[in-house]
């Protein structure tokens, strides 16, 4: 098939513009032993996952233990003290073995015991939580120095820093005025806490991100590497690219299927726009504007079942619910996601006179599905078995298995009866492996059974069956997968100090009062200018503390990650919000839709910052201009609040409120993206944009009194568009604005 604007790059070009861009990707140089010690590391650290995904879980201070030692010890032999550090040459040498120096492989060695020390004294923890011995602060000491060293180095100051007030208020409560005045902890309490305890760092989100995080992140990547990513490119093309400004569209419905294998949005920017961006910016999209769109569209993976970012499987512990009603209340606000930024593409090429993909562009899909249709087999599963109410990590260990399974044993093309005998008994032995029940020696039986398994792919191989893959695809898959977890890995156990802190102090609490007494104090303001029969002082003192915890999440998300600013918030804001009377799944969905925003909100928008080094745009700028389409949907979680029928599984849940809702949200995203792109059939005036604007407020409102009053403010624009669009079309002259024809820059 001939090379379209859809053909993937090969994964070693991807890996590095992922490292260019990505800092958590970001690893230094280095030589023998230290680059053989490390892959060697990061393979059994994704081994490890996966042996006890499929065949075992340990005990949970161990499993956490072993995962967070594998985590931080790695992270001082990959990232560099600082980033003039990270550039200099590797060289062997005794004070720099392998290019790595001697402080960091001592760093990451005390790191390492400091966490194994838990899992080894387990037993006795019962008897000294609360009253730590030497050993027990002397090791917690050095694993909380360390961790906040390691969060630093593989993330940057934010997230540490925070960790560090939280610690300061926790020392220092005494001195601290009013309602935060607290009693105080000595450093010895504060570490018992933390360090012995399981509401510290070895908390709920460090369990999290090593039993379901690790294991979808895996899946991901061997999907990727299989081609079901290329697969679902071809797809979105087929689907998006003929229309007006095509590539920009390709680039959302792609990144909309790519978000259903990674929860990463950096790696979903890299990917799919590293074949979009230059399509865009070969139509005539400005090159800010064409990193911009696909970094708001990336962000959207976060949130698009079946695989969710790290948030999603956080929801599971904190809410004690299951996964399948965590992928059912994500499915609208995910489509919510990318139908804003769909619209304000479409506007803006409409504008500006923008071109779809011409037949010679488009992918063939019929033969792209001929070659590829076996890699959507380990998805399918996947979502079977998450579906049928079984466990998250056995759905991973399937659907990675089965990846590994379709690319060894299946070819893109010339594909005989051994290769199909193969496919389908090798997925027998994992239907044993997945589903059989072997009752006290079940985990070797299993690990019998893989071997057999291994053993045929062998035979095959031998009489001549191969895959689109090679073996040696799988081992590089997982050390990638490994790579993705560190990072996530710190950040998680740093949030546990701020969690440690909150459940220590009661701040949570203390920060909910204020929360609250500022909202009502606000909403007591705007009584006096709101009528009582539009807006209760109730649902004004509510609406008050949302607008306060959207712009906290937006401003959280300046410095840190999405998952870390969802913690964050949820621990400190999402109970006041209930205490508002707001339903616990809706409070958390609210911050974790706003915390999406943290990877396109300037100065720290990664996602952002990886589109613009491959459009070769500014920055700032493409931050700035992806933060705007990514507008168009920040009214929604408020909707989710009002009106919680919208995530399908919410209590009181009914259809004609859904309908309503649903309606009323769809056109108020058009509305709201008409607006701020100044464009619907032709360019808007200033009157049409602040009607649209306040029309998108009322219809995206809930209540269908409130939605009509909404639709009557669009009806005059509606008619003087209609009326504008007509006349251009007789005098023959373009309906685009001022502005269309821009060259590219």
Known sequence: MSATPTQLLDEKTLAELEQKFDPEMRFRPTVAPAALIVTALLIALSAFHYYTAGFGLLRETTHRGVHLAFVLGLIFLVFAASKKRADVPARHGWLTPGGVPLYDWLLGAACAVSVLYIPYVFDDLGFRVGNPNTADVVFGTILFLTLLEATRRSMGWPLPLIAIGFTVYALAGPAFPGLLKDAGASWSQMISHQYLTSQGIYGVAVGVVATYVFHFVLFGVMAT????????????????????????????????????????????????????????????????????????????????????????????????????????????????????????????????????????????????????????????????????????????????????????????????????????????????????????????????????????????????????????????????????????????????????????????????????????????????????????????????????????????????????????????????????????????????????????????????????????????????????????????????????SLLLVAKGFTLGAFAVTFIGCVLGIVALAAALSGFFLVAMKRWEQALCLAAALLLIAPGLTVSLIGAALVLPVLLRQLAAWRGARISGNSPRGPTSGQPAR
């Open 225 to 644: 590497r299989i081609g079901l990513g290329q697969l679902f490119l071809d797809l979105a093309s087929s689907i998006a690219g003929r229309f007006a400004g095509g590539p920009a569209k390709v680039s959302i419905v792609g990144s909309a299927f790519f978000g259903m294998l990674s929860g990463s949005s950096v790696a979903n920017a890299v990917t799919v726009g590293s074949l979009t961006i230059p399509a865009m910016i070969r139509v005539g999209y400005r090159r800010e504007f064409a990193g911009a769109v696909e970094a708001a569209s990336s962000t959207g993976g976060q949130i698009t079942p079946p695989v969710l970012g790290a948030a999603a499987f956080l929801m599971i512990e904190f809410l004690n619910v299951s996964y399948q009603t965590i992928i059912a209340a994500a499915v609208v606000p995910a489509f919510m996601h990318f139908f804003g930024v769909f619209m304000q593409v479409h506007f803006e090429a409409k504008r500006h006179g923008l071109r779809g993909l011409t037949p010679e562009e488009m992918p063939r899909l019929r033969e792209s599905l001929r070659e590829r249709w076996p890699t959507l087999i380990p998805l399918l599963l996947l979502i079977w078995i998450l579906v049928t109410g079984r466990t998250p990590y056995l759905a991973a260990f399937t659907g990675i298995t089965s990846a590994m399974i379709v690319g060894l044993s299946t070819r893109t093309r010339g594909n005989t009866a051994a290769n199909w005998v193969a496919l389908a008994g090798l997925h027998a032995l994992l239907a044993l492996i997945a589903f059989g029940q072997f009752g006290t020696h079940s985990e070797w039986i299993k690990l019998g059974v893989f071997a057999l398994g291994v053993v045929a792919w062998a035979l095959a191989r031998r009489l001549g069956v191969r895959g689109r893959i090679e073996p040696a695809v799988v081992v590089e898959a997982f050390e990638t997968g490994a790579k993705y977890a560190l990072a996530v890995g710190a950040a998680a156990a740093t949030v546990g100090i701020v969690i440690g802190v909150v459940t220590l102090t009661g701040v949570g609490f203390k920060i909910s009062y204020i929360i609250t007494s500022w909202a009502s104090a606000i909403a007591g303001g705007l009584s006096a200018f709101v009528p009582a029969g539009l807006a209760s002082l109730q649902g004004m003192t509510l609406l008050a503390a949302l607008v306060m915890t959207g712009v906290v999440c937006i401003l959280m998300g300046a410095g840190i990650p999405t998952t870390a600013n969802y913690i964050i918030m949820v621990t400190v804001a999402a109970p006041t919000l209930v205490q508002l009377g707001v339903e616990p799944l809706v409070a958390h969905f609210f911050v974790f839709y706003y915390g999406v925003l943290a990877d396109i909100t300037p100065p720290v928008a990664l996602a952002a910052y990886a589109a613009a080094g491959m459009a070769g745009g500014d920055p700032f700028r493409t931050g700035n201009t992806a933060f705007r389409l990514g507008l168009a949907k920040a009214l929604v979680p408020f909707v989710f609040v009002f009106s919680p």
